[in-house]
Structure formats: C-alpha cells, structure tokens
C-alpha cells in the first residue's frame, strides 16, 4: 500500500489550455474525493464519488471542470478553457466505507496558469 | 453548508510547551472532526479524530476535546517539539443528509515551535 498517488506533481500551462490530473487511490478504497487549496487556506471540496458514481458535486465545480472514475478505481480531474483563477493545489484523498471514514490524501497537482 | 472557523492564524511556542487550536462549527449535525497537519509542499496528513459520542481522545502528545452543545472542538499538543511546526486543519463533516462525508476545513493555523 503506497497511499494515494497523484500525478503530475506540477502542471504549469496557458490559459485556454485543457489540463487533466489523475488521482490513484488505496487500493480497495471505494470512496475517493477532490478538493482544491489555494494559498492559506483549508481545502475546499469540489467533488466525491463512491465506486465508480459521482455522488456529489461543488458549486465550485463550473462546467469547465469534470471528474470520472471510470471502473473504480483511479479518478481522473479535466479543466477546459483554463482561466487565471484556476492556479492552486488540486488534492485528491480516499477513504474506505461511507461517510465519516478517515480521508487519506495525495501530495496534489499544482496548477499554474501563465 | 457548514462553517468552521479555526483560531488562531498563527501560534508560536516555545520547545516543551504546550499549544492549543480551536475551532468552531455551525451545522449541529456534523459529527466527525478531523485534524490535519500539513507540512509545507506536502500532503495534509490525519493526526488525530473524534467522533461526537466521544467528548476527548488522546494519542500520546496529542488530544482533541468537543463540546457539541457549544459546536467547538480543540486540538492540544503537549511537550511541543520543532518537529511539530506545520500548518494545522481542522475539519468537519456528517453522515446524514445532504453533503454527507464531505470535509469543511478552517483556515489553518501555522504553528512554529522555537528550539
């Protein structure tokens, strides 16, 4: 067990561009979570899922943004149309069973828009 | 939504004394409270939790108090040590209704230990 594993580390890009984060959780874990952290702050939920359902979404989450966790397993994160506002720390965490389980995050992407 | 709230912003202590973070909740059904350290450029990492049928718990130099009827719970760190120094989250969520599992986070507060 390697914990929660998230790739790239950094991403640096245009605004306009396309970006997508991939998050692999604990192994069995079948929740798994994103949250987005900008400079001094906690982590600000953005969206879950359980197994391979989106449960939940943010109203952080704009129609620029989409999440999939296709089998289960990894989760992937898209932006499209990448804006200024978007640069912080996109973390993915996972935990096991239902609500109220300890969450277990990645070290995170982080996103800089030029 | 829920609103936790997290004092103070910034605490310095000396090695060996103790330190304290508190924080404050609004939504009276939130009954898990996690805490968080995070270290700079690294993941936030789970040091410690306490669900709301428990009013203390403890982990050698660590323990988190709640008190439901005044929404507020509190992180102690005795015989504090530079390693200690971080940023620290606390964290709410529930396991009924609407937004169920999700986490809230307070601001933070950036501990630094003084050798």
């Known amino acids: 067990d390697t914990g929660v594993s998230q790739d790239p580390r950094h991403k640096i890009t245009k605004r306009g561009q396309n970006v997508t984060f991939r998050c692999d959780p604990i192994?069995?874990?079948?929740?798994l979570y994103w949250y987005r952290q900008t400079l001094g702050q906690g982590p600000e939920f953005l969206t879950y899922?359980?197994?391979?359902?989106?449960?939940?979404k943010s109203r952080l989450l704009s129609d620029r943004f989409s999440a999939e966790r296709p089998k289960g397993s990894f989760s992937t994160l898209e932006i499209q149309r990448t804006e200024q506002g978007d640069s912080a720390m996109y973390l993915c965490a996972s935990s096991t069973g239902g609500a109220n389980q300890p969450q277990h995050f990645g070290d995170g992407t982080r996103l800089s828009i030029l | 939504g829920e609103n936790v709230e997290q004092h103070p912003s910034t605490l310095s202590v000396q090695e060996g004394d103790s330190a304290v973070i508190k924080c404050t909740y609004s939504?009276?059904?939130?009954?898990?409270f996690p805490w968080y350290k995070q270290e700079l450029g690294k993941r936030p990492q789970l040091i410690i939790d306490?669900?709301?049928?428990?009013g203390e718990k403890k982990d050698q130099r660590i323990a988190v108090t709640l008190n439901k009827t005044a929404k507020h719970f509190s992180l102690h760190i005795t015989e504090t040590q530079p390693e200690d120094s971080a940023v620290y989250f606390c964290?709410?969520?529930?396991?009924?209704?609407?937004?169920?599992?999700?986490?809230?986070f307070g601001r933070g507060t950036q501990l630094t230990v003084w050798p």
């Open positions: 964290a709410a969520s529930k396991d009924r209704g609407s937004t169920l599992g999700r986490l809230y």
């Open positions: 899922f359980q197994n391979e359902a989106q449960l939940e």
């Open positions: 939504d009276s059904a939130s009954n898990y």
């Open positions: 306490i669900r709301s049928n428990v």
């Open positions: 192994s069995e874990h079948n929740r």
